[in-house]
Nanobody
Framework: QVQLVESGGGLVQAGGSLRLSCAAS????????MGWFRQAPGKAREFVSA????????LYADSVKGRFTISRDNDKSTLYLQMNSLKPEDTAVYYCAAAGQSLAFYSSTYYPYWGQGTQVTVSS
């Protein structure tokens, strides 16, 4: 089994920053791609960002490109999402997800393992 635990969410004013972390356990973290997704109230879960097993390839949703940065520390089995210039529309529950393979993909169908989520609220 894979366990994913997110942290770092909270309340921040528009224009502020937060860094989310996702601690992974249960399998060799460095072998697999990782992703971040989010779900706002009344909306479907959406892709935010993903990173390949080595960190060499990263993907971003257009809505966060240039503001968010995904990274990973394979020695610490931890995934990060640095979020800058936050906007009220970034308000959502953010989920960490582990892929079943080493390459990064946009679709949530490639990610069989999910954390419990962390709330991010951006006030205007």
């Amino acid at each position: 089994q894979v366990q994913l635990v997110e942290s770092g969410g909270g309340l921040v004013q528009a224009g502020g920053s937060l860094r989310l972390s996702c601690a992974a356990s249960g399998r060799t973290f460095s072998n697999y791609a990782m992703g971040w997704f989010r779900q706002a109230p009344g909306k479907a879960r959406e892709f935010v960002s993903a990173i390949s097993w080595s960190g060499a390839r990263t993907l971003y949703a257009d809505s966060v490109k240039g503001r968010f940065t995904i990274s990973r520390d394979n020695d610490k089995s931890t995934l990060y999402l640095q979020m800058n210039s936050l906007k009220p529309e970034d308000t959502a529950v953010y989920y960490c997800a582990a892929a079943g393979q080493s390459l990064a993909f946009y679709s949530s169908t490639y990610y069989p393992y999910w954390g419990q989520g962390t709330q991010v609220t951006v006030s205007s």
